[in-house]
C-alpha cells in the first residue's frame, strides 16, 4: 500500500512557527514532484509549495518568505517550515506528491493536518 503521512500541524499563536513533515511508504518506484496544499473552511484547496527531485522550489505568493519547503529524498520526506505564522494560514494542510508506484504514476495525498493560527 503506497501512502503519504503527515506529522506536525496544531494550534500555534500568530508569529509563531510550525514545521510539518511528510512521509512516503510503500512499493514506490521514483518520486518526482513534492509539495504541500492547503484547504481553509469554504475555500478551494490552494498550492503553498512544492518542490522538484531536483530541489527546485515554487511557493505561493501568500507564504513567500515566510515558509520554506524541503525534502530528503533518501528517506522520501518532504518537509513545511512555517514561520512568522498568521491566522490567514489557518487551513488543513494536504501532503502531494507525484510518484510512480507499483500501483500507477500520479497524484498522491496524505489524509491532512490541521494548521490552526490564534491567540
Known amino acids: 500500500q503506497v501512502q503519504l503521512v503527515e506529522s506536525g500541524g496544531g494550534l500555534v499563536q500568530p508569529g509563531g512557527s510550525l514545521r510539518l513533515s511528510c512521509a512516503a511508504s510503500?512499493?514506490?518506484?521514483?518520486?518526482?514532484?513534492m509539495g504541500w496544499y492547503r484547504q481553509a473552511p469554504g475555500k478551494q484547496r490552494e498550492l503553498v509549495a512544492t518542490i522538484t527531485s531536483g530541489g527546485s522550489t515554487n511557493y505561493a505568493g501568500s507564504v513567500k518568505g515566510r515558509f520554506t519547503i524541503s525534502r530528503d529524498n533518501a528517506k522520501n520526506t518532504v518537509h513545511l517550515q512555517m514561520n512568522t505564522l498568521k491566522p490567514e494560514d489557518t487551513a488543513v494542510y494536504y501532503c502531494?506528491?507525484?510518484?510512480?508506484?507499483?500501483?500507477?504514476?500520479?497524484?498522491?495525498w496524505g489524509q491532512g493536518t490541521q494548521v490552526t493560527v490564534s491567540s
Open positions: 502531494y506528491a507525484d510518484m510512480f508506484t507499483v500501483v500507477r504514476r500520479g497524484d498522491y
Open positions: 510503500g512499493s514506490i518506484f521514483r518520486i518526482y514532484a
